[in-house]
């Protein structure tokens, strides 16, 4: 059983379009996360929600609005796409958030973006 | 200043040596400390954490953690080819959120 799970796994799209990456986890986890991995490997948070509300909004173009439906679900869309958007996205899931010191992040598979 | 910075590596041992990996972190309130192994086109996968000063065995993995120097380490004994990945330093901050390095590649020749 796959524990974090991501759709699709190459996104391969225009400049200037508008696409979506879907997370799902089957852990029973309240917390979701967004990473965004640059060709350097340098990790870094997006976003994360806790049972549907939005906890962390790091400074990201606006042009990225997260979505999460239900605590198991937190997809990613994206709009007007740019050539610097090309990166590897991962999902995350944890258990809880503030005040949980030794929460361990679980990622998803990566969705690998590429803007032509 | 980047709040977590690791050995920019790459780091080639031989097989069967130790792989030393270092991290510092600039964040003093951090109390939650991570090493992830990250394969090549694959995901970044938790080795080891550590909480408290001193050092945490697990298998060939030891991390150690010292606080008021704010540094962490990884050492992998007896080192394998299946070993060669990039590993990537975590810090649990102040704000909860978990701050990553550029991490290491290490490569373990055979």
């Known amino acids: 059983d796959t524990a974090v799970s991501q759709t699709p796994k190459y996104l391969v799209t225009q400049m200037g379009n508008d696409k979506s990456i879907k997370c799902e986890q089957n852990?029973?986890?309240?917390?979701m996360y967004w990473y965004k991995q640059d060709s350097k490997k340098f990790l870094k948070i997006m976003f994360s929600y806790n049972n549907k509300e939005l906890i962390i909004n790091e400074t990201v173009p606006n042009r990225f609005s997260p979505k999460s439906p239900d605590k198991a679900h937190l997809n990613l869309h994206i709009n007007s796409l740019e050539l610097g958007d090309s990166a590897v996205y991962f999902c995350?899931?944890?258990?809880?958030?503030?005040?949980?010191?030794?929460?361990?992040?679980?990622f998803g598979p990566g969705t690998r973006l590429t803007v032509l | 200043q980047k709040e977590v910075e690791q050995n920019s590596g790459p780091l080639s041992v031989p097989e069967g040596a130790i792989a030393s990996l270092n991290c510092t972190y600039s964040?003093?309130?951090?109390?939650?400390f991570f090493w992830y192994r990250q394969y090549s086109g694959k995901s970044p996968e938790l080795i080891m954490s550590?909480?408290?000063?001193g050092d945490k065995e697990d298998g060939r993995f030891t991390a150690q953690l010292n606080k008021a120097s704010q540094y962490v380490s990884l050492l992998i004994r007896d080192s394998q080819p299946s070993d060669s990945a990039t590993y990537l330093c975590?810090?649990?901050?102040?704000?909860?959120?978990?701050?990553f390095g550029a991490g290491t590649t290490v490569t373990v020749r055979a």
């Open positions: 975590a810090a649990r901050g102040g704000d909860y959120k978990l701050s």
């Open positions: 964040d003093r309130v951090s109390q939650s």
């Open positions: 995350a899931s944890s258990r809880g958030s503030s005040g949980v010191n030794t929460d361990t992040q679980y």
């Open positions: 550590i909480y408290s000063n």
């Open positions: 852990l029973g986890h309240d917390t």
